[in-house]
Nanobody, 124 residues
Framework: QVQLVESGGGVVQAGGSLRLSCLAS????????VGWFRQTPGKERELVAG????????YYADSVKGRFTISRDNAKNSVSLQMNSLKPEDTAVYYC?????????????????WGQGTQVTVSS
């Protein structure tokens, strides 16, 4: 079992920045690929960024490329999502998810472990 806890959400003005963190309970977290998803009411959960277990591969949705950066520190069992130049359309609940895989899964149902989510609100 892996327990994930997100932090760092909040309210920010458009153009501002936030840094989300995902802390895992398991020391073998380095064996898990991690994705950051977001969800708004009535919409499906979408993958915005992902990082492989080694950190050598990353994925970004087109909507966040050049603005978001995902990174991980396996020694601290954590994955971060630096979000810059935030837009009102980035407003959502952001979830951290982990999967015991070599690649970065793209669909929510491919992830076995989820955090509780953290709200990000970007005001215009």
């Amino acid at each position: 079992q892996v327990q994930l806890v997100e932090s760092g959400g909040g309210v920010v003005q458009a153009g501002g920045s936030l840094r989300l963190s995902c802390l895992a309970s398991r020391r073998t977290f380095s064996e898990y690929s991690v994705g950051w998803f977001r969800q708004t009411p009535g919409k499906e959960r979408e993958l915005v960024a992902g990082i492989s277990w080694s950190g050598s591969s990353t994925y970004y949705a087109d909507s966040v490329k050049g603005r978001f950066t995902i990174s991980r520190d396996n020694a601290k069992n954590s994955v971060s999502l630096q979000m810059n130049s935030l837009k009102p359309e980035d407003t959502a609940v952001y979830y951290c998810a982990a999967d015991f895989s070599l690649e970065i899964p793209s669909r929510p149902n491919q992830y076995n472990y989820w955090g509780q989510g953290t709200q990000v609100t970007v005001s215009s």
